[in-house]
């Protein structure tokens, strides 16, 4: 049913007549849940950064996240990061250490605290995870939202909507006959588009280029770091349990490496045997698989890390827009 939506949501035809009314149903409740909780919204003492999208699946926001976490960190600030869990079990709120389990944390949680080396916090309710973490961590002086644009209870100093550039936003209707959780205008409102790759979108005045690059893999069990190149020619196989796995896929390829692909669903919960393969070849994961698989990870089995880049010009950009966000922030806090 998933892959046959997403062939629905990406394509130019108009959806099928069984889902629009469905759309505009999604779309009447969805406003008047957005409006109660925009009345209700509260405020958090710090100021709160939201990186959010307005589409189902992957996009880039747990990289542009942490690429985030870096950039405060490198003026002084001393960040902390906010996130559903999606896929944990919980309970929440809970704080996220990284040896934590994917299981109760989720995923990305676990990733975001591997690689943030912050305080974070995790709860469907992203009020209540700011509250633990600001509570447990006082230090705290600006919290990053993962995911949570359309969270309206938490009030927020910064909007940053990403988006596929390649899949931009699809079909340009609402769950279930398109993509979009919220309308396309929305992304507008946002004080910066943050496009994953190259795409007309990149042309939008308030839009601003980005890429995933990648480069190195790094061993599950021994932690080694090595080249993608020393992997030529290959065979490996690839592994993406995310929102959009060619992206993944497309990254190996473009390096030449001849692979194997095994895509699975976002947030797929692995057990040993989806990755008993018949064959001793290399096994390429993404970072946000790799947490759920090192409890039984192989020796051929690899992390790929995805580095955000900025065009010239584009890093300078959001530099100069959290700086005047946070002055704002704190003459109104």
Known sequence: MRHWLEQVWYRTTPPPLVLRP?????????????????????????????????????????????????VLQSMGRRPGILSRGYGGRGPFPRLVRAGDSAEECGDEPVLLAQRGQVPLAVAPDRLAAGRLLLQSHPEVDVLVCDDGLQHYRLERDLELCVVDGRRGFGNGWLLPAGPLREPSSRAAETALLLVNGASPLESLPHAQRFDLQIGRAVNLLSGESRALREFL????????????????????????????????????????ADLAFADAAPVLMTEKDAVKCRAFAQPQWWAVPADLHFPAGGEARLRRLLQERLHGAETSI
């Open 22 to 70: 469905l759309a505009m149903l999604y779309g009447l409740l969805s406003r008047r849940v957005s409006q109660q909780r925009r009345q209700q919204a509260q405020r958090l003492p710090v100021m709160v950064i939201v990186v959010g999208n307005v589409t189902i699946g992957g996009a880039g926001k747990t990289p542009c996240v942490l690429w985030l976490v870096e």
């Open 233 to 272: 020619p290959g065979p490996v196989h690839a592994v993406a349990g995310i929102g959009n796995p060619e992206r993944f896929f497309d990254g190996l390829a473009a390096l030449a490496l001849t692979l194997q692909k095994h895509a699975f669903a976002d947030h797929h919960a692995y057990v040993p």
